[in-house]
């Protein structure tokens, strides 16, 4: 990961040597160690640092030359080296180096070394001495987040891609085509085209390198890329649109006279035959100090999210994105924000297939360097959340450049974490699927005994439904092809002769397989809801004394079954005005609703509709002159020749009916349930 730092902070380090060297008038060891540092050399600078310390006789000389040693060896980052840094924090501290510095430095060393709780200690150390400053807060919240994290891994599995992997550093994945059976990547190992040495690794310039996958899962050997793609200078991160025919990568170039200061930039090509096309710088703001590099290719070629420490960030390398306008031309540099972006560095942008970001950031609460992060966005493009992807994916080193083959949950990133070939590596990762069911048995809450044939319907957060019948054991399941991870589901059980109930269960949070149980207990019907004719005197709502008799039973019937919702509709004879008779039905409706709220139940399972005139009785019996099946409409009534007959019939017509919903009440929580009755 030195290695890939090291090529967005060329441009600025060369700058710094130049200055350096004015200011030395005669080259001591020292200031050749400083010189050597400046450029990132940090093996020879902690050679020539050592040296001066040999030499020196002044104790407060001897002890920052202990401490500069031990920030070589903290920049190296490799396992021993991060020993030695430790080893000389140490030594500095002991001998009484004057500046707080020391003890931040010490912490965050013994933090990538997993050594937490020694790390906090030296946190609090420096917090002491610089009250002001936020990074030892947050160094102890990542140390304990770090632990959490690695007693507690995801379930994803990590190895590491020996193909790729060397000795040198091997780092920055990306697909070469939509089928993601080609992996381009990073590589400083022997047999490139840059043959120049990186002071910062002691390994050659990188390469642009590929590896190709038959049919049979088996990797070919690597294979870099010919010029002009690679060139003397470091070639690094590439990205390709879906299509695998348009790429992105950075390039670092060396001082020429054309250009005495070093820069890092993005380049362009598009594949032509099995080859690509000479390599066109992008068109963005670069000047003399200011590097860009990690492009990131959205798959519709469109947009294009990068690193830069150019003007108008957060504090050190920030991701910024262009928006393509038309051929050749892009929008101006937009930063994506103080929430993604920090004092520290974010790298190595990815969009996902799903819209998520990735990338790589040592600014955010974190394990120890630098970790790899998910941003995730809502339709119109604001930010949801950021999460740590956690361990195995992150360590207490350097983790970034993570890629995914579309929205699978495989792919690749780059580490240097303990176990590997080199210094970076390059492993693979997968998400095993889990597998997951539902199942439960349905009982009759009263007596025990089984309830088959129950209708049991689901509903999931992700827009899954389905449903299925309890069998002759009460029995029901939903199978794998239906319980999916990360999903909350609610079930509805519904029969004729008991009340409908639901119950929810979630999936979140789950880590291995596992068969749900969610037993459901119906509660029968307690009694027949039956309502009597409530009948009016003509041109009144006003109850009659046996109709409040008749609601004084529904009421106790609506009592012991509290989830139950009823309409009423109340009627008229189609005397007086269709206007007239609809307002008085409505009130004939709403005084039996009253009337039941005074007595206890909730308002809400009551639904008053006058119906007017609009539904005549149908006679369900033979009474008088009145004949079972028969409609008492207008018509009718006026063929009785009895005004006695005439009369009973309207009184049949003026009354109030009712049915039960297909909703149910629940009354926990006061909400109205949809049944799949």
Partial sequence: ???????????????????????????????????????????????????AYLKEKNRAKKSELTFLQAECWRMVATP???????????????????????????????????????????????????????????????????????????????DALDIANSRANDFAPSFGNGDYDVLFFTSARDG?????????TGQSYTDLWSVKRDKRGNWSKPVVFPEPMNTGAHEAATSLNKRGNEMYFTRCEESSKEKPVPTCEIYFSKKKGKGWTAPVLLPLPYDSVTTFGHPSISEDGKILYFASDMNGGY?????????????????????????????????FPFIHADGALYFASNGHVGMGGMDIYKAEFDAEGTLLSISNMKSPINSPLDDFGIIFEGKREVGYFSSNRTGGKGGDDIYQFNLPSLTLTLSGIATDANTNSIVGGANV??????????????????????GKDVISEGVAYELTISKEGYLSTSANETTFGVRESQDFVLDFSLEPTKKEIVLPRIEYDFNSAKLRQESKVALDALVAVLLDNPTVIIELRSHTDFRAGTEFNMGLSQNRAQVCVDYMVSKGVEPVRLIPIGMGETEPYVMDRKDGRLKMGVALDESYINSLRREKDREKAHQYNRRTDFKVLDKFYNPDTGEILKSDN
């Fill in 1 to 51: 990961m030195r290695n890939a730092l090291s090529l967005l902070s060329f441009v600025l380090m060369l700058s710094l040597t130049a200055l350096a060297q004015d200011g030395y008038q005669k080259k001591t060891k020292k200031s050749k160690a400083d010189e050597a540092f400046l450029v990132q050399n940090y093996y020879d600078a902690a050679a020539l640092y050592k040296e």
């Fill in 80 to 158: 021993q080296a991060l020993k030695k840094a430790e080893s000389m924090y140490k030594r500095a501290i002991k001998a009484k180096y004057p500046h707080a510095e020391v003890y931040l430095r010490f912490a965050q060393v013994l933090q990538l070394q997993q050594k937490f709780d020694e790390a906090v200690e030296q946190y609090q150390k420096y917090q002491q001495l610089k009250p002001e400053d936020d990074r030892p807060a947050k160094g102890i919240e990542s140390c304990a987040f770090a632990k959490e994290a690695l007693d507690n891994p995801t379930r994803y599995n990590v």
């Fill in 192 to 200: 490139g085209v840059g043959k120049g040495a990186d002071g910062s």
């Fill in 315 to 347: 504090g050190g390398k920030d991701i910024w994105m262009v928006k393509k306008m038309k051929r050749d031309e892009w929008s101006e540099p937009i930063n994506l924000g103080d929430q993604i972006n920090t004092s520290g560095d974010e790298l």
């Fill in 457 to 478: 319907s689901l509903m999931g957060t992700d827009g899954t439904t389905a449903t299925t019948i309890t069998d002759n054991s009460g029995r029901y399941e939903f």
